[in-house]
């Protein structure tokens, strides 16, 4: 599946040497989440940041991790940007890193925020079961649209992460393939069972808000067996969406990491 990308550069042509970066967005995310980092990666660098299967302007199917990997992995062929460097958060972590693991040539380094190799994540939606049903009515806003979901989803800020995958205007409704998300939320929650010994020996870092439990000490032991050239940075005052609490700090982070890959 070839998914939709929204693809930045510098304005003069690129060191030579100066691999790609792909961004992967989280659950219910889509490219342009990952906005800030990708302008900034954008002076000197090409960067392509991916709608992932149903969400944003990407086709919708049946979604695993190893069916989204293929799915990168085909993109980055037909953009001609492989080898590349692949930036993933929370799901497009998993992405990012099972990519990785089954396809170490394609991916270069690698960079994996707030989730790890492991059962976890995204349990803190709390998404009614029949959000997928939500009955729209013949116009709708975006005033409208959190009117709409605030009976569904009381947090603000999933709502307002929901808000964003609903067209909106005449004729309104879900813009991404919501059924097949809901369906496969085991399997997003999880982490596929891998054959033993199977590692990723690239360069690779993790990055955590220090506010979030989705990295935690009990994730160091796997991690360190799939990932053995890795290392791990906390940020603090951040959350799960460390590059939203801190655009500035995460972006050294990654410009640094960047620099140091031979």
């Known amino acids: 599946m070839l998914l939709n990308v929204s693809e930045r ?3 003069h042509p690129t060191p030579a040497g100066a691999l790609p970066v792909v961004l992967l967005h989280g659950l219910f995310g889509r490219a342009r ?3 800030f980092v990708q302008r900034r990666l954008a002076a ?8 992932l299967r149903n969400h944003g302007s990407s086709p919708h199917g049946p979604m695993n991790y190893p069916a989204m990997a293929q799915d990168v992995l085909d993109t980055m062929l037909h953009n001609t940007a492989c080898p590349a460097i692949v930036l993933g958060h929370s799901m497009g972590g998993k992405t990012a890193m099972m990519l990785a693991l089954s396809q170490p040539t394609a991916v270069r380094a690698l960079i994996v925020v707030d989730i790890a190799p492991a059962q976890g994540g995204f349990d803190r939606l709390d998404l009614p079961d029949n959000l997928d049903s939500l009955a729209f009515p013949p116009h709708l806003d975006l005033h409208g649209t959190n009117d709409l979901l605030r009976p569904y989803i009381a947090n603000d800020a999933v709502r307002q992460l929901m808000a964003q995958n609903i067209r909106q205007g005449d004729n309104p409704g879900w813009a991404i393939g919501l059924k097949d998300i809901l369906a496969a939320m085991p399997d997003l929650m999880s982490w596929p069972q891998l054959p033993p010994g199977l590692h990723y020996d690239g360069p690779t870092l993790f990055i955590r808000g220090e506010d979030s439990a989705y990295i935690s000490p009990a994730n160091y032991p796997v991690m360190k067996a799939l990932f053995p050239n890795h290392r791990l940075e906390s940020i603090s005052g951040a959350g799960h969406w460390v590059h939203a609490d801190a655009p500035r700090r995460f972006t050294e982070l990654v410009e640094d990491f960047l620099a140091h890959i031979p």
């Not at 000197?44 to 709608?51: G, I, P, Q, V, Y």
Request: net charge neutral; glycine share 14%.
């Open 44 to 51: 000197t660098r090409r960067t392509l940041a991916m709608d």
């Open 9 to 11: 550069g510098p304005e």
């Open 33 to 35: 989440n990952l906005g």
